[in-house]
């Protein structure tokens, strides 16, 4: 395929279950929740053809983390379906641009590591 390795920083890992993901699947996609499976991440890893390596970090103190992103759903379908993540819980992190900065590194050697540059 053309990707070898997938990394997200706080991302909304089951957009299909939470509201902003819901309001935005309706507004672009329409109404047919159907629709909306090829965007979810939770309803893609199951019939994944390639198993890239997944690295997400989050932050524990992220203000969006229970109500809006779940990464939990992403974690327990990977693990059902023997897809590797790498789920970093970082604590005392909020959905801020310290957040990232802080971990994009890692992000960065997590692809280039995909790409056989290091």
């Excluded at 390596?53 to 023997?82: I, M, R, W, Y």
């Excluded at 789920?87 to 900065?101: E, P, T, V």
Aim: aromatic share 12%; proline share 5%.
């Amino acid at each position: 395929g053309y990707y070898k390795s997938v990394s997200a920083f706080a991302p909304i890992a089951n957009p299909m279950a939470c509201p902003w993901g819901q309001k935005a699947f309706s507004g672009y996609l329409g109404d047919d929740q159907s629709a909306w499976e090829a965007w979810d991440a939770t309803m893609l890893i199951p019939t994944a053809k390639e198993r890239l390596p997944l690295l997400v970090d989050q932050g524990t103190a992220d203000e969006f983390l229970d109500s809006q992103l779940n990464p939990d759903a992403l974690a327990d379908v990977c693990e059902k379906f023997h897809h590797h993540l790498n789920l970093r819980m970082h604590r005392g992190y909020d959905h801020s641009y310290f957040f990232i900065a802080s971990f994009i590194d890692d992000h960065l050697n997590h692809h280039a590591r995909a790409l056989g540059l290091i």
